[in-house]
C-alpha cells in the first residue's frame, strides 16, 4: 500500500459533506471530533474532510500547521482508515475537526488522533 494522501482522498462535494454532518456518527474526545459516514462505493475507499475552526485558532500559520499535522497523522495511519471499510461496495466518509483551544505539537495530535480512528475501529 502507498503511503500518499491524493487529492482524490479529500472530501470536497458539498452535498456529501451536509450528508456527513447531518446523518454521520460521532465520536469526540478533548481534542478532535470525528464525524463517519458509510456510502455506497466511488473511486475511492475513503475521504476525509479536515476542519480547524477559526473561532479556535486565530493564527492562519497555527490553523496550517496543525492541518498539515492532521494529513500527516492520517497518511501515516491510512490502513486504519481502510481496515474501517472491510466491504468493496461501500465508502466511508470521515470529517475530522479540532476542538481544542491551544496549538499541540505533533506527537500530541497523533496520539488523540490514533486513539480516536481505533475507537471507530472497534465500534465496527
Known amino acids: 500500500m502507498d503511503n500518499t494522501f491524493d487529492k482524490s482522498l479529500v472530501l470536497s462535494r458539498q452535498t456529501a459533506i451536509d450528508d456527513l454532518f447531518n446523518g454521520g456518527k460521532r465520536v469526540r474526545n478533548s481534542v478532535f471530533t470525528i464525524l463517519h459516514q458509510e456510502i455506497p462505493f466511488i473511486d475511492v475507499p475513503f475521504q476525509v474532510l479536515i476542519s480547524v475552526p477559526k473561532r479556535k485558532i486565530k493564527k492562519?500559520?497555527?490553523?496550517?500547521?496543525i492541518k498539515?499535522?492532521?494529513?500527516?497523522?492520517?497518511?501515516?495511519?491510512?490502513?486504519?482508515?481502510?481496515?474501517?471499510?472491510n466491504s468493496s461496495?461501500?465508502?466511508v466518509l470521515y470529517a475530522v475537526v479540532y476542538n481544542s483551544n491551544e496549538k499541540l505539537d505533533f506527537c500530541d495530535l497523533e496520539k488523540h488522533l490514533i486513539h480516536l480512528l481505533n475507537k471507530i475501529q472497534d465500534s465496527k
Open 60 to 65: 492562519a500559520v497555527n490553523r496550517n500547521y
Open 89 to 91: 461496495e461501500s465508502s
Open 68 to 85: 498539515r499535522c492532521i494529513r500527516e497523522v492520517l497518511r501515516k495511519s491510512k490502513t486504519l482508515l481502510i481496515q474501517k471499510n
